[in-house]
């Protein structure tokens, strides 16, 4: 199918991924955004080989962008939280390039989110536009938005991430699940930590429990990303995001190495936030709406693939769809190719063991969703 008026919900990494790739493969396509900006906030993406093959494959400015705006950790380490001992050393730079042919590249999350959104002509992303509920009709899906205006598409893209209400129309409402589990992120100016060992590497300090790591990477050109994570039986926090302290996160990993804890002391502002996951969808479609992303298969940060898998789906369904002559049976190959590994990944990413010691990264990092095989 080509010339399809497409509606996408959520102006995320999925969101607009899908935007540019439904347009290139000839269709009209409207973004309908909630918030009516995007903001700057202490985020990073670290984009892995496969993340980075689907976003180079939408042609255009992307791949340029994110190459020069991106940092590049040379290798990826896991060393042991109390002794330091290196349990796996994977290199990335040069050489993941060379295997996957894409490099891993970690970016301001606004940053990645510029590059997208200028690969959209003026007018294609609505700002401002929350979605309240969609309803199936004759003449196409019609959107309603919490400023009581109005829409309609031909297919409907659900791309608004974990508390998805397109998912919720599919579905049924339902709450997404407190891991147990609270997260801290600090970003570092580089020259303030320059001096300290494996700061141009990404290391993941791993703790004494599965839910206690401390995760550092260099971030874009000149800075540094802190990520750490530590178990707590409850969140009562009204926001997902508060700010952190450093006394807390210094008193939290005391006992880590010191070289893990060296990066720490030299953190400025701390954001806290609680992780959040949902099970496996029991489906990701209707007759003319889909789902991609956090919205149908959110997970732990820990293998990094959240931002990577909805990139992932959106090619898939774009190409999906274009190859297909209905949009029902286009979402049944997309389930069918993608759910799979989605749900690998979830489940692996929750257990959070991925390449504690040696290990082999490929089968995530060398997929293509450019041309893995969609026929039915
Ligand atoms: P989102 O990014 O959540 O975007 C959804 C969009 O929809 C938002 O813009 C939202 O405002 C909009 N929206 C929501 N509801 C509505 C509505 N009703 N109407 C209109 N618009 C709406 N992934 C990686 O690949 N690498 C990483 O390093 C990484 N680190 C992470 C660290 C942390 C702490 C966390 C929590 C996640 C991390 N992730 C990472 C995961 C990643 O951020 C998400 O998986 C990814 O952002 C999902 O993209 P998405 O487009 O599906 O949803």
Request: a negative charge; aromatic letters at 8%; charged letters at 25%.
């Amino acid at each position: 199918m080509k010339n399809l008026d497409v509606a996408v919900v959520g102006a995320g990494v999925g969101g607009l991924t899908a935007a540019i790739a439904m347009r290139r493969l000839g269709n009209r396509v409207s973004v309908y955004e909630q918030s009516s900006g995007f903001s700057r906030v202490g985020a990073d993406i670290n984009l892995t080989p496969n993340a980075v093959r689907a976003l180079d494959g939408l042609g255009g400015g992307v791949a340029e962008w994110i190459r020069a705006n991106g940092g590049r950790p040379q290798f990826r380490l896991s060393r042991m939280w109390d002794t330091g001992e290196e349990t796996s050393r994977i290199e990335l730079g040069a050489d993941a390039e060379q295997r996957y042919g894409s490099p891993q590249l970690t970016l301001h999350r606004a940053d990645l989110m510029t590059a997208l959104e200028s690969e959209l002509p003026d007018g294609v992303v609505e700002l401002g536009k929350r979605l309240e509920n969609i309803v199936d009709g004759p003449g196409g899906v019609r959107l309603r938005f919490s400023d009581g205006s109005e829409a309609t598409a031909a297919v409907v893209i659900g791309a608004d991430g974990i508390h998805s209400r397109v998912r919720e129309a599919l579905l049924g409402a339902d709450s997404p699940e407190f891991t147990g589990i609270v997260a801290f992120r600090a970003v570092v100016p580089a020259d303030r930590v320059g001096d300290l060992v494996n700061a141009d590497c990404f290391i993941k300090w791993w703790g004494p429990d599965l839910s206690t790591q401390i995760v550092t990477f260099p971030l874009g050109l000149d800075e540094v990303f802190v990520f750490a994570t530590v178990g707590q039986p409850e969140w009562t926090e009204e926001s997902w995001s508060t700010p952190g302290s450093i006394a807390e996160l210094q008193g939290l990993y005391a006992d880590f190495h010191p070289d893990a804890r060296a990066l720490l002391d030299r953190c400025g502002d701390v954001l806290k936030s609680a992780l959040y996951v949902r099970r496996p969808l029991p489906s990701w479609s209707g007759e003319r709406a889909v789902l991609l992303g956090d919205a149908c298969h959110p997970m732990t940060p820990f293998m990094a693939q959240g931002a990577g898998q909805a990139c992932e789906d959106a090619v898939v369904l774009a190409r999906c769809l274009s190859e297909s002559d209905d949009p029902s049976s286009a979402f049944a190959r997309y389930e069918a190719v993608r759910k799979p590994r989605t749900s690998e990944i979830q489940a692996k990413s929750r257990g959070n063991d991925w390449l504690r010691s040696a290990g082999n990264g490929d089968w995530v990092y060398a997929y293509d969703a450019w041309s893995v095989p969609v026929d039915a």
